[in-house]
């Protein structure tokens, strides 16, 4: 084990700065990123989820219509998510 690995797992102190990290970092994640977008089949409200987050991992959602992509063409848009998710990816590494 490295000097310092683990230090906080498991300590009192584990919570409240997982949190003060994470809220910082998801914030500013979901202003910069785009997420998926689900249509709600009764009211057809728009519900925008930009990440869900487990302990200490993120998973990234991602969509067409969260990408705002318009485009029909399966390889365009399967191209243009791929290059979305990519975006997201870096979005998320600048701001760790």
């Given at each position: 084990m490295l000097?310092?690995?683990?230090?906080?797992q498991g300590s009192s102190a584990?919570?409240?700065?997982f949190i003060f990290n994470s809220d910082i970092l998801l914030d500013a994640y979901c202003q910069l990123a785009k997420g998926a977008a689900f249509i709600h089949p009764i009211s057809g409200?728009?519900?925008e989820d930009k990440v869900t987050q487990y302990v200490d991992?993120?998973?990234y959602l991602l969509n067409h219509l969260g990408a705002n992509i318009?485009?029909?063409d399966y390889s365009t848009?399967?191209?243009a998510l791929l290059?979305?998710?990519q975006t997201n990816m870096e979005v998320w590494n600048d701001t760790l």
């Open positions: 000097p310092g690995q683990g230090v906080l584990a919570a409240s700065i409200d728009i519900i991992d993120t998973t318009q485009d029909t848009k399967h191209d290059a979305q998710a």
